[in-house]
């Protein structure tokens, strides 16, 4: 049997507890919470006093601020490109719908209301050129990603494990950022939305972790496999307006390493975290592949601080055309 047809079989076998998976990790839709939970209530008397508050308490939004929430706005509104690419990975198919496709909608569904969110508080908030926001994500949506996995679910399930965790970080940084700026109701809504995301990275550590325990030599050689390209940011691709491919987004990195709400240290600490977590030091059975992906990324997390050690904070020196 070829690696992907072995693949696909781990995939039916993991698919068989998909309605497990879906209930330790997704809410229930009747009691989850909805961006109108979190939002002016437009059929209240006080509607207008509540956003002329919210208002008042994004004024003192810093532009770095203003414009890492407006990327990670636009990198979840980018949903549909998400979901497609999930639902094109060997030993997933739509023609089978209580299986792995059942995983994805329903994650999907939980995902969609993080940028329904946030789109309507940077609407309301007055900070924002809301059409030239709009733009970008058109733009990102129309444009796609290469992420380096192709269809092979080992790797998307690694790139999966470490993006989630890494929005995870980037949520509750600006939530706590908020909160110093004076605005609680901001800091609540990106609290919120990390919890999503570090319940969505249990799940899929979790595929991971159920895969090693099959398969583990080639499990082993995935993760390897994707260290060695580099976990690349669903918004990669980022522009503005009248700009290349990708223009925007290393505009958009320095700002969050400048404000500290996802730096390379964060990269290497979210690696060494998935080292540990699915105790690659102590896997056995490996062939020599798996090995000597093992020892390698064993010994990448230092060779990162290393690296991270010497980087600096790149100067402001790029103008959004996002921002106000």
Same mark, same amino acid.
């Given at each position: 049997?070829?690696?992907?047809?072995?693949?696909?079989?781990?995939?039916?076998?993991?698919?068989?507890?998909?309605?497990?998976?879906?209930?330790?990790? @997704?809410?229930?839709?009747?009691?989850?919470?909805?961006?109108?939970?979190?939002?002016?209530?437009?059929?209240?008397?006080?509607?207008?006093?509540?956003?002329?508050?919210?208002?008042?308490?994004?004024?003192?939004?810093?532009?770095?601020?203003?414009?890492?929430?407006?990327?990670?706005?636009?990198?979840?509104?980018?949903?549909?490109?998400?979901?497609?690419?999930?639902?094109?990975?060997?030993?997933?198919?739509?023609?089978?719908?209580?299986?792995?496709?059942? %995983?994805?909608?329903?994650?999907?569904?939980?995902?969609?209301?993080?940028?329904?969110?946030?789109?309507?508080?940077?609407?309301?908030?007055?900070?924002?050129?809301?059409?030239?926001?709009?733009?970008?994500?058109?733009?990102?949506?129309?444009?796609?990603?290469?992420?380096?996995?192709?269809?092979?679910?080992?790797?998307?399930?690694?790139?999966?494990?470490?993006?989630?965790?890494?929005?995870?970080?980037?949520?509750?940084?600006?939530?706590?950022?908020?909160?110093?700026?004076?605005?609680?109701?901001?800091?609540?809504?990106?609290?919120?939305?990390?919890?999503?995301?570090?319940?969505?990275?249990?799940?899929?550590? /979790?595929?991971?972790?159920?895969?090693?325990?099959?398969?583990?030599?080639?499990?082993?050689?995935?993760?390897?496999?994707?260290?060695?390209?580099?976990?690349?940011?669903?918004?990669?691709? @980022?522009?503005?307006?009248?700009?290349?491919?990708?223009?925007?987004?290393?505009?958009? /990195?320095?700002?969050?390493?400048?404000?500290?709400?996802?730096?390379?240290?964060?990269?290497?600490?979210?690696?060494?975290? @998935?080292?540990?977590?699915?105790?690659?030091?102590?896997?056995?059975?490996?062939?020599?592949?798996?090995?000597?992906?093992?020892?390698? @990324?064993?010994?990448?997390?230092?060779?990162?601080?290393?690296?991270?050690?010497?980087?600096?904070?790149?100067?402001?020196?790029?103008?959004?055309? %996002?921002?106000?």
């Amino acid at each position: 049997m070829d690696k992907k047809h072995k693949r696909i079989e781990v995939m039916r076998f993991l698919a068989q507890k998909i309605e497990t998976i879906i209930t330790d990790f @997704l809410k229930n839709i009747d009691t989850n919470w909805q961006p109108a939970d979190l939002l002016p209530d437009s059929t209240s008397e006080n509607f207008h006093d509540e956003i002329k508050e919210l208002r008042y308490q994004c004024k003192e939004l810093p532009y770095d601020y203003l414009a890492v929430l407006i990327g990670d706005v636009i990198t979840e509104e980018a949903l549909p490109t998400y979901q497609s690419w999930l639902l094109a990975i060997d030993g997933i198919s739509q023609k089978e719908p209580e299986g792995w496709s059942k %995983w994805i909608r329903m994650w999907s569904a939980e995902e969609n209301r993080h940028g329904d969110l946030l789109n309507k508080y940077l609407y309301l908030s007055g900070r924002v050129n809301m059409r030239e926001m709009e733009t970008s994500t058109q733009y990102l949506i129309a444009d796609g990603f290469d992420i380096g996995t192709g269809s092979d679910p080992y790797k998307n399930f690694v790139y999966t494990s470490f993006q989630e965790l890494a929005t995870n970080v980037s949520h509750r940084r600006t939530a706590t950022l908020a909160k110093q700026f004076g605005s609680n109701k901001l800091a609540k809504i990106c609290g919120v939305i990390a919890s999503d995301e570090a319940r969505h990275a249990a799940a899929y550590k /979790s595929f991971v972790a159920r895969i090693f325990e099959i398969d583990a030599s080639e499990m082993m050689m995935a993760f390897e496999n994707m260290m060695k390209k580099q976990i690349v940011m669903p918004a990669h691709f @980022l522009r503005q307006a009248g700009e290349q491919i990708g223009a925007t987004f290393s505009h958009f /990195s320095d700002a969050a390493q400048r404000l500290g709400v996802y730096t390379s240290q964060d990269y290497t600490n979210i690696l060494e975290s @998935l080292i540990s977590e699915w105790g690659i030091a102590n896997i056995t059975g490996l062939n020599e592949g798996g090995e000597k992906a093992r020892d390698y @990324l064993m010994l990448l997390p230092e060779r990162y601080r290393k690296i991270a050690g010497r980087s600096s904070k790149a100067p402001l020196e790029y103008q959004f055309n %996002w921002i106000n």
